[in-house]
């Protein structure tokens, strides 16, 4: 019965019952669980909250799940260095928590911050919607501890910014738990902001708010954040928690700056203009940290909201270049009408970053034509020069994607990487790839391996 | 004759000539050559400048260095997405005067970025000056176009942040030419910052300027760039290029600052306030570019300067907590002072990574000596938590320092790295690993291979 709490992650519609649950402590009970694994050739999948959105975690009937969140011990805090050590199972808003009073926070901003853990965002190289301006989590990390998939103990990385040889760190994070489990991580903390200054602007369409978006990066200003809610999606968060933003909009911007006080004001005072001449019919700007939580709350709180007034939905996740999002846009409100499915758009809309929501109801059986304008989005996505994921991974949900944006040999060359761990195959398998691939192969490509020629070389050319 | 050119890179003491250079000029001029090699088992060796200090770019007898310089076209100038897309022989600094016009630069900015290619910086994941504020080239990468060891031409990633899979483009910068060829990129354009302020500030000591560094990041500050040069240093540039430099200075501090104009005056104030704190005698404010571009002129030209004060130097490059900087470099003048060696300090002090200059005369049989004082300041940089190299590589001549940072396992997981890449160990093979792997075998640590348990796994824990 226990064992069912941990069938799915974040991404409900896979299900699957582990066949042994451990809740890890120590990097010590890691080790033992995943060489005990390694002896047996038996599969594992590394879990921290399980907030994760592509079925990343989905564990496996015959194999173990390793549960995380217990190790969320804060080792060390080298605030002079800007570094943290931590957990993995360390929640991602407490570290900000427990550097705040020396003017430090956790840069990565996932909207499920005050509740998912920082080995999680590892394994997914999360974002956020202030990854913008700050980066994703990959720029964060600078050393890890893991356990390989042979059951070893070892570091890569540590305070240094700069990787020495492969940069295996880097490899490591946005790996979704393929590569080896990540028991204690390095990352780095940044300087609190002087000032922060949150505004709340709404147009009459997408079109009107995505001309303010392009105009102020035009302008030269790099805002902390820039999100995009279209109508359907402040009706969500209306009825979720009414975080009241103004009656009538056909898309709100949310535009954060920080940085030097100065710097802010002036940026604020530029934002302003472009959103109005963009043709914003209302302007706020936070008055407070009570205000500025407000307006937040309905963006974070954006996606459980469409629960209110959907039965169904599937979170999308794609990425586009920013040039592209007007016609993006527009061709995938083309597409959701076509098929007479509504979507809801919330977005970070400066980097690109896509979170169409698709609304169904599948007691009605609304689901294959919700998975169709889904997948087709995808490939939207894809025809404007985008990717299939910008943030939530491909895990198990998007493997069969990974076809249209690599090709056999692109792909080939991924799981050599992942052989190069994971000989054996028992690290999260099943996940990012479409098919799997056997270790002692060689490279497909090859007819055949020729022996150095002992002759010059000079004739060959 | 022609080939003794090309006999060695920026590090001159090792030296090889090559069995045939190509000049590509194409991806297919790449790809045809690489073909060729991996028909015959050839190993080749990618050059772009021939900046590297590392040997990245040593040749081989029994080999091909294919060299990318003629392949120095800007493809394609993608403005509105802030990125460009060049070939791997641009030289750094043409791409920033490309866009300049348009209120843009490319951030990473190596001291040869008048000569050195993009294409090598990639190889290297080259820093500069100013990669304290804006990150290593590493973090201005999107995408590549490679030609892989078996002569397929693949792309990788593009012009969104965020990698979707493995981070093959993050594996692939840094890797110094043993993964693949890099025959075009795509890389971020970065917004020219509104103002820039540069000073220098001259101390009596090493110790002082330190104790001013540490008191700007303190303050939470973040200069685009701290450089740091000693006494020896200061009398080599002043030897060389004379940029007038305070006289009788211990050291100087190169601290500049760029950004929104209100936020650099506020930081200028600070840093000066700051270093008189910490007994400055002498601060100079460049008043415009031309004083500005004198205050650079010495630290630019520091490495080669010093041959006007030494027949002979070794160029080191260690990183180290920046925590740490004042007791290493007191332990490092230790080691110099008992050796009776010189060792002039040039580094970016902002991000400790340290240039060490150790001086001697070979000639008079100093080499030796001067090379273990050398080898003993990279084992100082390890023993206070830092690394091997912070933006030169690995390359040739740092391999044999690869075992006192990685254990075995951890070598072996990137040596099965490099074979997912390169199974043949034809794609400048003989850098970065002080032993090379065959890629047929299973990893080292692993005593055999259990087949898939069919039972339950629950009798397993």
């Not at 309905?298 to 794609?318: H, M, T």
């Amino acid at each position: 019965m226990a064992l069912r709490t941990y069938e799915c992650d974040g991404l409900a519609s896979y299900r699957c019952t582990p066949g042994v649950v451990v809740l890890a402590k120590t990097t010590d009970d890691v080790a033992y669980v995943v060489s005990r694994c390694a002896e047996r050739g038996i599969p594992f999948v590394a879990r921290g909250s399980g907030t994760g959105l592509s079925g990343g975690a989905l564990p496996r009937e015959d194999g173990v799940l390793i549960v995380l969140s217990r190790m969320n011990r804060i080792v060390d805090l080298a605030v002079p260095d800007e570094r943290a050590v931590v957990g993995p199972g360390v929640i991602n808003a407490h570290l900000t928590t427990a550097v705040a009073s020396d003017g430090y926070y956790y840069a990565p901003d996932p909207s499920s911050q005050q509740i998912c853990s920082i080995g999680g965002n590892i394994a997914e190289n999360s974002g956020g919607a202030h990854c913008l301006k700050y980066g994703f989590t990959a720029h964060h990390v600078t050393g890890l501890q893991v356990v390989m998939p042979g059951g070893s103990v070892e570091r890569f990385g540590g305070l240094a910014p700069d990787p020495v040889g492969y940069d295996v760190v880097g490899a490591l994070v946005g790996s979704e738990g393929t590569l080896a489990v990540v028991t204690e991580a390095t990352v780095r903390l940044s300087r609190s902001p002087q000032a922060v200054q949150t505004l709340l602007a709404a147009f009459d369409s997408i079109e009107a708010a995505g001309a303010a978006v392009s105009a102020i990066i035009a302008a030269g200003v790099l805002p902390a954040a820039i999100e995009m809610m279209d109508a359907l999606a402040i009706e969500a968060a209306e009825a979720a928690v009414a975080p009241d933003y103004p009656a009538g909009a056909g898309a709100v911007l949310i535009v954060e700056l920080d940085g030097p006080t100065c710097e802010v004001e002036a940026n604020l005072a530029d934002v302003e203009r472009l959103c109005r001449q963009a043709r914003a019919y209302e302007i706020r700007v936070a008055s407070n940290d009570a205000e500025r939580a407000v307006i937040w709350k309905g963006r974070k709180s954006a996606f459980a909201a469409v629960g209110r007034i959907s039965p169904d939905y599937i979170v999308q996740d794609g990425v586009i270049p920013r040039t592209a999002l007007a016609q993006v846009l527009a061709a995938v409100e083309e597409v959701a009408t076509a098929a007479g499915v509504r979507v809801a758009n919330v977005f970070h809309a400066g980097d690109g970053n896509l979170h169409p929501l698709v609304l169904f109801d599948e007691s009605k059986g609304e689901t294959e034509r919700a998975e169709t304008v889904s997948n087709r989005i995808i490939d939207l996505c894809l025809e404007h020069g985008g990717s299939i994921t910008g943030e939530h991974g491909v895990g198990h949900d998007k493997k069969l994607h990974m076809g249209k944006m690599f090709n056999e040999i692109d792909l080939d060359v991924m799981q050599l990487v992942r052989c190069a761990f994971d000989p054996d195959g028992i690290c999260n398998p099943g996940k990012i790839f479409p098919t799997p691939r056997l270790c002692g192969e060689r490279p497909g490509r090859r007819s055949g391996v020729h022996p150095l020629q002992e002759a010059g070389v000079a004739d060959v050319f």
